[in-house]
């Protein structure tokens, strides 16, 4: 649901606000654990070692739930400017974010799941976005580009033991990311069919470290990381385009 209205010429204001529930999400549940059963023995096993251990059972049991509203502020060019401002207030909260990963168990406990609802792996609170184009004297082209993320959540190494169960993702990942990149260009025209363009970009200005993820082996990685370490750190260059 959105609402946009012109709040002065050529200058609007856009409120939108989003939901998304979703249920019967997958979860992979060990039914082989011990816990589950009567005296902590499950009756799979043998006291020799044989019989059946884990039984990686899947089921559709998890559940999740974003909610978020955007404020939007847009000029269009006029006066030898423009620029769009947009900001994200959200939640994202699940009890289950392993929907793609097959080979680890999330929870602390199978017997009491109801900790493990919080915030989700890809939660983050405040998004913020920036840019914006000015015609300077000359007709210098000058194009700012601002963007924010706040970190994403983390549970505690030790989250307790049943039915003592901390929820998980209390904690923040030390991944927030900002950076602010500028575009400066200027034609020059060689009659009605040629022009000749310099321009220069800088990325990251404040060289901001802007970390990826934890360092952690990506082999078996299910979060929507491709990479870990650091962003990209301050770069400038200089290009030339002909247009004919």
């Given at each position: 649901?959105?609402?946009?209205?012109?709040i002065a010429?050529?200058?609007?204001?856009l409120v939108?606000?989003n939901?998304a529930?979703?249920?019967r999400?997958?979860?992979?549940?060990n039914r082989?654990d011990?816990?589950?059963?009567?005296g902590g023995?499950?009756?799979f096993?043998?006291i020799d070692g044989?019989?059946?251990?884990?039984i990686?059972s899947t089921?559709?049991?998890?559940?999740?739930l974003?909610?978020?509203v955007?404020?939007?502020l847009?000029?269009?060019?006029a006066?030898?400017?423009?620029?769009?401002?947009n900001y994200?207030?959200?939640?994202?909260k699940?009890?289950d974010d392993?929907?793609?990963?097959?080979?680890t168990?999330?929870?602390?406990?199978p017997r009491?799941?109801?900790p493990e609802?919080?915030?989700?792996?890809?939660d983050q609170?405040h998004?913020?976005n920036?840019?914006?184009?000015f015609?300077l004297?000359?007709d210098?082209?000058v194009?700012?580009?601002v963007?924010?993320?706040?970190?994403?959540?983390?549970s505690?190494?030790n989250?307790?033991?049943?039915?003592n169960?901390?929820?998980?993702?209390?904690?923040?990942?030390?991944?927030?990311?900002?950076?602010?990149?500028v575009?400066?260009?200027k034609?020059?025209?060689?009659?009605?069919?040629m022009?000749l363009?310099?321009?220069f970009?800088a990325?990251n200005l404040?060289n901001?470290?802007?970390p990826?993820s934890?360092?952690?082996?990506?082999?078996f990685n299910?979060d929507?990381?491709?990479?870990?370490?650091?962003?990209?750190?301050r770069?400038?260059q200089?290009g030339v385009?002909f247009?004919?």
């Amino acid at each position: 649901a959105s609402i946009e209205r012109e709040i002065a010429k050529n200058i609007s204001f856009l409120v939108a606000y989003n939901y998304a529930k979703s249920t019967r999400l997958t979860r992979f549940v060990n039914r082989g654990d011990g816990r589950l059963y009567p005296g902590g023995v499950s009756p799979f096993e043998r006291i020799d070692g044989s019989g059946i251990g884990e039984i990686r059972s899947t089921e559709s049991s998890a559940r999740s739930l974003y909610q978020g509203v955007t404020f939007t502020l847009n000029k269009r060019f006029a006066n030898r400017y423009q620029f769009q401002i947009n900001y994200l207030l959200a939640t994202d909260k699940s009890d289950d974010d392993n929907e793609r990963d097959p080979f680890t168990f999330r929870y602390v406990d199978p017997r009491d799941l109801t900790p493990e609802y919080g915030y989700s792996d890809r939660d983050q609170r405040h998004r913020f976005n920036a840019f914006a184009t000015f015609l300077l004297p000359y007709d210098i082209n000058v194009s700012p580009i601002v963007q924010y993320r706040s970190a994403q959540p983390i549970s505690l190494v030790n989250r307790g033991s049943f039915p003592n169960i901390t929820q998980r993702n209390t904690e923040r990942l030390d991944n927030e990311f900002f950076t602010l990149d500028v575009r400066v260009s200027k034609a020059f025209k060689f009659g009605e069919r040629m022009e000749l363009e310099g321009i220069f970009e800088a990325f990251n200005l404040f060289n901001n470290r802007n970390p990826r993820s934890l360092p952690r082996p990506l082999t078996f990685n299910f979060d929507g990381t491709v990479s870990a370490g650091f962003g990209e750190p301050r770069q400038a260059q200089l290009g030339v385009k002909f247009k004919f």
